[in-house]
Nanobody, 123 residues
Framework: EVLLQASGGGLVQPGGSLRLSCAAS????????IGWFRQAPGKEREVVSV????????FYADSVKGRFTISRDNVKKTVDLQMNSLKPEDTAIYYC????????????????WGQGTLVTVSS
């Protein structure tokens, strides 16, 4: 069974940092692209960052470029999202997802999803 467990969310002040982690099990981890997505209240789920199977290729949404960093450890089977300089507009539920094969940005092409972790940026 494919399982993705997202953790690390919480309440942080604007300008602060959080590190999200996605722990995977039940599949050949290094054969899958991993993406982080987020969904704010009343909005559609959007891509935040994607990392290729080897970790050598990454993508960032324009809204987080320069502030967020995605990384993966294929031995530990984890993907982390380091989020710095957080803004109130980063408030959302963050989900990790995986797909077999190369990196894509469309959420519809990700087969498995974790349960999400809530990030709230507020003073």
């Amino acid at each position: 069974e494919v399982l993705l467990q997202a953790s690390g969310g919480g309440l942080v002040q604007p300008g602060g940092s959080l590190r999200l982690s996605c722990a995977a099990s039940g599949f050949t981890f290094d054969g899958y692209t991993i993406g982080w997505f987020r969904q704010a209240p009343g909005k559609e789920r959007e891509v935040v960052s994607v990392i290729s199977r080897s970790g050598g290729g990454t993508f960032y949404a324009d809204s987080v470029k320069g502030r967020f960093t995605i990384s993966r450890d294929n031995v530990k089977k984890t993907v982390d999202l380091q989020m710095n300089s957080l803004k109130p507009e980063d408030t959302a539920i963050y989900y990790c997802a995986c797909r077999r094969g190369g990196p894509v940005l469309r959420r519809e092409l990700y087969n498995y999803w974790g349960q999400g972790t809530l990030v709230t940026v507020s003073s």
